[in-house]
């Protein structure tokens, strides 16, 4: 069975341009997490989606950051216009819906974002 | 609020042994405790979870950790290390949401764990 893919592996960019993430699941998890680790600091929650839907959006920094996952299967994960700032490794997670205490979270191995 | 304190940054040990990984974590609700590894140039590998079936839980490549509830640790050991162990650790805590789903996890900073031969 594949495991979570994620795309580009790397990615630069200069300042204000756009960047698009993309993330595959494993197939029939309904739940996709995006994270984020910026150099020197924890892993962060982004967003969670159940199927195409947002379930949970508390993380997100601001509106430069728009994540959606048409259909309820891969998502993308778009940064517009990227700042200084955002650089640092996106990590898309999924997840089978179970009951609390069942679930455990794939990872996938995350991209490389640097903005300069 | 939940949050996760992993105490060193950076620990170093000998092949052959003992690694001890500390995690205190600080949860509302009944916490679910994990711990991921990161190897280099890899994404995060599930290494074990408590779920509040036992206490000591057992992983993969000879890891295991003791959820203690009145120290509100979780820390990982393993009896001997070996060179492949070299690797990033994360702890993490998550929990039940209002919504009644186990929701996101909360991360520590991360231990880089070196063995030295």
């Known amino acids: 069975e594949a495991g979570v893919t994620q795309f580009p592996s790397h990615s630069v960019i200069e300042k204000g341009q756009t960047v698009t993430l993309r993330c595959d699941p494993i197939?029939?998890?309904?739940?996709l997490y995006w994270y984020r680790r910026v150099m020197g600091k924890e892993i962060k929650f982004l967003l969670h989606f159940v199927k195409e839907s947002k379930q949970d959006e508390s993380g997100m920094p601001n509106n430069r950051f728009l994540a959606e996952r048409t259909g309820g299967t891969y998502s993308t994960l778009k940064v517009q216009p990227a700042e200084l700032e955002d650089s640092g490794v996106y990590f898309c997670?999924?997840?089978?819906?179970?009951?609390?205490?069942?679930?455990?979270?794939?990872f996938g191995p995350g991209t490389r974002l640097l903005v300069l | 609020a939940q949050s996760v304190t992993q105490l060193g940054s950076h620990v170093s040990v000998s092949e052959g042994a003992l690694v001890l990984l500390r995690c205190n974590y600080s949860?509302?609700?009944?916490?679910?405790l994990f711990w991921y590894v990161q190897y280099p140039n890899q994404g995060l590998q599930l290494l074990l979870k408590?779920?509040?079936?036992?206490?000591l839980v057992k992983g993969i490549n000879g890891f295991e950790a003791e959820f203690k509830k009145s120290e509100t640790s979780f820390h990982l050991t393993k009896p001997s290390a070996h060179m492949s162990d070299a690797a990033e650790y994360f702890c993490?805590?998550?929990?039940?949401?209002?919504?009644?789903?186990?929701?996101?996890?909360?991360f520590g900073k991360g231990t880089k764990l070196s063995v030295k031969p």
């Open positions: 949860s509302s609700v009944p916490p679910y």
């Open positions: 993490a805590v998550s929990g039940i949401t209002g919504g009644g789903s186990q929701g996101n996890l909360i």
């Open positions: 197939s029939g998890h309904d739940n």
């Open positions: 997670a999924s997840s089978q819906v179970e009951t609390p205490g069942r679930e455990t979270q794939y």
């Open positions: 408590y779920t509040s079936a036992a206490t």
